[in-house]
C-alpha cells in the first residue's frame, strides 16, 4: 500500500522544489478527471529530480510525473488511491547541447517541443515532430507517451527521433545514456524501455534528439476525394512519383468542417462542404518544385477518379492556414462536446472497410462521427458526437459500450486502440482485454522488477499492484 505525500515528506525534500498545489497541476484537457496531490514538487535539476525520487521510494509515496499536460489518456491525473507527489519537470528547460554537424540536440525533459524546433531552426536544422499541442507539450510527455503527430509518416515517432536519454529510476538511481550514437550494439536498449513507458518505469529528464535538414523546397495541397479508399489509392500514388518526400498525408472528414463551420467560422477552408479530403504536404531537394510535383499529382490523380478537386497552396501564409484549419478540427471537437473519442490505428489495406463498417454500426446511435488523422502511418481519430439539440452527457451510460463497439472492430482487423495518445489510466481496461497475455506478463515483469515498490505513476498503463 502506498502513503499520501504529508508533510513529513515535505521535510526530506530539497529546499525549494515545492510548489502551490494549484488546479492547473490536477487538470487534464477533456475534462473528464480531476486529480490529486499532496505535494508538487518542482526540481531544477536531475540530482534533485533523484533525490525526491529517493525520498518518495523510502517514504513509499507514489509519483505522478507532470510534463506540458497535454496528455489525453489521463497518464498526467490520479484521481484515486492516497494522494501522491506530482513531480512536474517545467523548471528544466535548458537546452544542453546542440550540433548541427551531427544533427543532434540535447534537450531537458521540461522544454517544450516548440523551442526544441525553433532551437533546431536557428541551427539550419528541423526536429520533425510537430503536434497541435507543441507550444506547451514538453520533451518528457513526448517522449514518454512516443508521440506520433503529423510528420511520422516519413520521420517516424518520437522514439525514432530519440538517441539516448538521461533518466531516474524507481529507486532514485540516475541513467546517464545521453549518447549521440546512431549505432550502440551494447545489451537491453533502456531507452526503448523508457520511451513510451508513460512515466510508469522512471522519469526522463534529459533526451539527445536527431535532427534532420530540412527539405529545401516544401509544398502543400488539399485534395477533395471519394472517400477513404480513394485516398489510400492517392497516398500510394503519391509516395510512388515522390520517391520518399511525401511529408504528411492527412485524411479530413467532413464532419470535422462542418464543426469548424459551426464553432470556428474565422477560418476559411479551402474546400468547405467536401464528404472527404486529404491534406498532402510534399518535402523535395533542391532542383525539384513541390508546385510542379503536386500539380502533376493532381492532374493524374483526376484522370484516375481519385481526386474530384484541389487546392495546391500559392504562398508561405496559404500553406500556414491549411495547417491552421487542420490543426483547429481537435479545438472545435471540444467545443461540440465528443461523446467518446478514439486514437486508433489500423493496417493501411483495412482503414477503408473499417470506416465503413464501423459507420454502419453506429448508424442506429444517431451519433455525428468526425473521422480524420494521419492517413500515411495508419493512426485515425474517430470520434463520436451526440446530435444537434443534445449533449455529450446525456450518452455517459452508453459511452463504454460505445468505445468498447469501436475497439473491438478496430482490433478485429488487427489494429490498436491506442496509437499516439499512450494507456494512461484511460485505457488500462481495454489493455488487459486485448492485450496479448505473454506481452502483458513480460510487461508486469518488467514494471515488478524497476518499480517493486509501485511509485511511479500507480495506476497508468497497468492496473495498480498488476
Not at 488511491?81 to 537546452?95: N, Q, Y
Request: hydrophobic share 45%; with cysteine; net charge negative.
Amino acid at each position: 500500500m502506498l502513503n499520501p505525500a504529508d508533510k513529513t515528506l515535505a521535510a526530506r525534500l530539497p529546499e525549494g522544489v515545492l510548489r502551490e498545489v494549484t488546479p492547473a497541476y490536477l487538470e487534464e484537457p477533456r475534462g473528464r478527471y480531476l486529480g490529486r496531490a499532496g505535494l508538487v514538487a518542482a526540481p531544477r535539476d536531475t540530482d534533485e529530480v533523484a533525490a525526491v525520487v529517493r525520498a518518495c521510494a523510502e517514504a513509499r509515496v507514489g509519483i505522478v510525473p507532470r510534463g506540458g499536460g497535454t496528455g489525453l489518456v489521463s497518464g498526467q491525473v490520479m484521481p484515486d488511491g492516497p494522494a501522491p507527489l506530482i513531480l512536474s519537470l517545467e523548471r528544466m528547460t535548458a537546452l544542453r547541447g546542440l550540433w548541427p554537424e551531427e544533427n543532434v540536440l540535447v534537450a531537458e525533459a521540461g522544454m517544450t517541443l516548440q523551442a526544441v524546433r525553433d532551437a533546431a531552426t536557428v541551427a539550419g536544422r528541423l526536429f520533425p515532430l510537430s503536434l497541435a499541442s507543441q507550444g506547451t507539450a514538453a520533451i518528457g510527455g513526448c517522449l514518454s507517451t512516443n508521440a506520433g503527430g503529423v510528420t511520422a509518416l516519413r520521420y517516424g515517432t518520437a522514439r525514432s527521433l530519440c538517441l539516448g536519454v538521461e533518466a531516474v529510476l524507481p529507486d532514485g538511481s540516475i541513467v546517464h545514456d545521453l549518447k549521440r550514437l546512431r549505432k550502440d550494439n551494447t545489451g537491453y536498449d533502456i531507452r526503448d524501455l523508457l520511451i513510451g513507458a508513460e512515466g510508469t518505469l522512471g522519469i526522463v529528464t534529459a533526451a539527445s534528439l536527431k535532427l534532420v535538414v530540412p527539405p529545401p523546397n516544401v509544398g502543400l495541397a488539399m485534395l477533395q476525394v471519394p472517400g477513404p479508399e480513394a485516398a489510400l489509392t492517392l497516398l500510394s500514388l503519391a509516395e510512388g512519383r515522390m520517391a520518399g518526400g511525401v511529408t504528411a498525408f492527412e485524411l479530413i472528414g467532413g464532419q470535422g468542417l462542418a464543426f469548424l463551420s459551426e464553432v470556428l467560422p474565422e477560418i476559411r477552408q479551402p474546400l468547405p462542404g467536401v464528404s472527404w479530403s486529404v491534406l498532402v504536404e510534399v518535402g523535395l531537394p533542391e532542383g525539384l518544385a513541390p508546385d510542379a510535383a503536386l500539380e502533376g499529382l493532381l492532374v493524374d490523380a483526376m484522370e484516375r477518379g481519385l481526386v474530384l478537386d484541389g487546392v495546391i497552396a500559392q504562398s508561405g501564409q496559404q500553406a500556414a492556414d491549411f495547417w491552421h484549419l487542420r490543426e483547429h478540427i481537435p479545438e472545435a471537437n471540444r467545443r461540440i462536446g465528443a461523446i467518446a473519442s478514439h486514437d486508433i490505428s489500423l493496417p493501411l489495406s483495412e482503414i477503408a472497410g473499417f470506416i465503413r463498417d464501423a459507420g454502419a454500426a453506429l448508424a442506429g446511435e444517431g451519433l455525428r462521427i468526425n473521422c480524420f488523422g494521419h492517413l500515411g502511418d495508419g493512426n485515425l481519430h474517430y470520434n463520436l458526437f451526440p446530435p444537434p439539440g443534445r449533449q455529450r452527457g446525456d450518452y455517459d451510460d452508453r459511452r463504454k459500450a460505445l468505445s468498447a463497439l469501436v475497439h473491438e472492430m478496430v482490433v478485429a482487423r488487427g489494429g490498436s486502440f491506442s496509437a499516439e495518445h499512450g494507456v494512461g489510466r484511460l485505457k488500462v481496461g481495454e489493455l488487459e482485454r486485448w492485450g496479448d497475455p505473454a506481452r502483458l506478463a513480460a510487461m508486469r515483469a518488467i514494471k515488478q522488477a524497476l518499480d517493486p515498490l509501485g511509485i511511479m505513476n500507480p495506476g497508468a498503463v497497468l492496473s495498480a499492484g498488476a
